[in-house]
C-alpha cells in the first residue's frame, strides 16, 4: 500500500523521487507483478507514453500512476488511442491521483478473450435513423442509418453470442438509461471524465456492462470488469485484488469539478426521497423509512449481509459495487429479498486476499 506520508508529501509538491529511481526502488515488487511477456523496460515506456498523454496526469501521484499502468499491463489492455483505458485525475482524499477506467473495447477484449461469449457489435441509433426492436420469444432486432446527416443519440444496443448456449442475445438502452448511468457513475461529472469527451463510446460501454450480466463470463474477467473507476496505489501480483483507495464522500465536498452537482439517480428508481450528497458510513443509520417496501431487505437484513462480507475481508463499498453490477441496484437497501440469501452465499463462499 502507499505511503501516507509520502503521499501527503507529494501532494504538498515535494518531489520524493524520480520515476526511474522510484522503479528502481520497486523493482522487485513490480518484476512480480508483471507478466512473463512483460519486461520493466516495456513498463517504462508504457508509462512514460502516459505520461506524455496527458499533462495533468504528471500532477498525480506516482504510486497511483504506476499502479494503474501495471493493473492495464496485467489484463493485457493497451491504453491511449486504442480505447482499452484512461488514466482520469481525481482529487482523492486531498491528492491528485490516477483513476482507472475501462473503454469499451477494453470490456469486449475482456469478454472476448474468456472464450464463452463473444460481443458481435455494439451501435449508438440517432434521430433519422431507422430502427426497430422487439423483446419476447421471438425477438427482432433491425437498424439501418440514415444516409443523411444523423440527429441526436436517442439510444444504444449491444449484440453479443452465448457460445456456451450457441446463441444471440441483444439488449438495447434509450437515451434515458445511459443518462442514468452516467449520473449514477462515480466520476461522471468529471470535466476529465470519459463521458465528457466521448459520450458515444461510454454509451457503448453502458451497453456492454449490462449485456455482460446475461452472459457466462468467468469470474476473472467480472473481477477485471469491477476495476472499473478505481485508484489503486499497491503493487500485487493480481492487481484485481488490490483495494480500491477512491474515497467518493470526500471527493464529492472537495474535487475541483465545477460542473454542477447532480444527486446520483439509481439504476432502478424505489419511491424514496432524494438521498443526501454523502453516503452515511455506519451500517445502522440509514433512515428506518427506506425499509418499508416489503419486497426489499430490512435494516436487519442489510446488516447481516455486511457483518458477513465484513468477515471476509469486504468493504461496504465492495458489497455496494457488488450489486449495482449484478441487480442494478445503486443502495443496498433496494437489495429484493429474493435475491438476498444468494448475495449472502455468495460472500459466505468468497474471501478477499
Not at 117 to 133: H, N, P
Not at 183 to 189: D, F, H, I, L, T
Amino acid at each position: 500500500m502507499a505511503n501516507v506520508q509520502e503521499t501527503k508529501a507529494l501532494a504538498q509538491g515535494k518531489k520524493i523521487t524520480t520515476v526511474a529511481e522510484f522503479f528502481e526502488q520497486k523493482k522487485d515488487l513490480i518484476a512480480k507483478a508483471l507478466p512473463n511477456t512483460i519486461t520493466s523496460d516495456r513498463l517504462m515506456g508504457v508509462f512514460t507514453m502516459v505520461l506524455g498523454s496527458s499533462p495533468e496526469l504528471k500532477k498525480c501521484s506516482q504510486n497511483s500512476l504506476i499502479a494503474a499502468v501495471i493493473q492495464t499491463v496485467q489484463y493485457g489492455l493497451t491504453p491511449g488511442n486504442i480505447g482499452h483505458c484512461y488514466y482520469i485525475p481525481f482529487q482523492n482524499k486531498g491528492v491528485m491521483e490516477a483513476q482507472f477506467v475501462l473503454g469499451y473495447k477494453g470490456i469486449v477484449e475482456l469478454v472476448n478473450r474468456c472464450g464463452k461469449a463473444v460481443i458481435l457489435s455494439t451501435e449508438v441509433v440517432y434521430c433519422g435513423d431507422f430502427f426497430e426492436y422487439e423483446q419476447g420469444l421471438n425477438p427482432v432486432l433491425k437498424h439501418i442509418p440514415t444516409s443523411s446527416l444523423r440527429g441526436s443519440i436517442i439510444g444504444v444496443y449491444c449484440v453479443a453470442k452465448n457460445m456456451v448456449a450457441n446463441e444471440k442475445v441483444f439488449i438495447y438502452l434509450n437515451k434515458a438509461d445511459i443518462d442514468k448511468v452516467r449520473n449514477a457513475s462515480k466520476a461522471g461529472q468529471s470535466n476529465y471524465s470519459p463521458w465528457a469527451k466521448w459520450y458515444e463510446e461510454m454509451a457503448k460501454k453502458t451497453a456492454i456492462k449490462r449485456i455482460c450480466k446475461l452472459l457466462p463470463i468467468s469470474v476473472d474477467v467480472q473481477q477485471q470488469v469491477f476495476s472499473d473507476e478505481t485508484i489503486k496505489t499497491g503493487i500485487r501480483p493480481d492487481m484485481k485484488i488490490e483495494p480500491d483507495q477512491t474515497d467518493w464522500n470526500e471527493n464529492a465536498e472537495e474535487a475541483e469539478i465545477e460542473d454542477v452537482k447532480q444527486e446520483p439517480v439509481p439504476l432502478q428508481s424505489p419511491p424514496v426521497e432524494p438521498q443526501a450528497t454523502k453516503e452515511p458510513e455506519a451500517v445502522n443509520d440509514t433512515p428506518s423509512e427506506k425499509y418499508t417496501d416489503s419486497k426489499l431487505i430490512s435494516q436487519k437484513q442489510e446488516n447481516r449481509l455486511l457483518a458477513i462480507a465484513s468477515g471476509k475481508g469486504f468493504s461496504r463499498d465492495d458489497v455496494k459495487e457488488y450489486v449495482l453490477w449484478q441487480l442494478d441496484c445503486n443502495h443496498l437497501y433496494e437489495i429484493k429479498k429474493d435475491d438476498y440469501e444468494k448475495i449472502c452465499k455468495y460472500y459466505e463462499e468468497s474471501t478477499k486476499q
